[in-house]
């Protein structure tokens, strides 16, 4: 199944290049140097998104989500203790993930 035109959309607007290969055959949607963009609207592969985040080796992670779900990403990425950065599609709503202490 293809991307959305909304993930494609959000994908494009994430700065660096899209598809940034990382270990394991995956692939972030975006990335520069320092930050690892992942968009993903799916509820059943939000884990899947916050490991490809963990192991993208970018020290700034942000997760791009429909708002709805952005409550569940936020425990998702504590859980996996992932520091980083969880906003809305629209980028209007964002929500900090602090590292563990």
């Known amino acids: 199944m293809g991307e959305s035109e ?3 959309r959000a994908k494009r607007k994430a700065p660096g290049d899209t598809e940034v290969k990382i270990p394991d055959r995956r ?3 975006s990335a520069t140097e320092k ?5 993903e609207r799916n ?3 939000i884990l899947k998104a916050v490991k490809r985040l963990r192991d993208g080796g970018r020290p700034r ?6 708002q709805n779900l ?3 990403v936020v425990e998702e990425m504590k859980k996996q203790g992932v520091s ?3 906003k809305n599609l629209s980028e ?3 929500i900090s993930v602090p590292k563990k202490k």
Not at 35 to 39: D, G, K, Q
Not at 61 to 66: D, E, G, R, S, T
């Open 27 to 29: 692939r972030l949607d």
């Open 84 to 86: 980083g950065t969880v």
């Open 6 to 8: 909304s993930h494609k």
């Open 61 to 66: 992670k942000v997760l791009q989500v429909p």
């Open 92 to 94: 209007t709503k964002r």
């Open 43 to 45: 509820p059943q592969n």
């Open 70 to 72: 952005m409550p569940d």
């Open 35 to 39: 930050t690892a963009t992942e968009v």
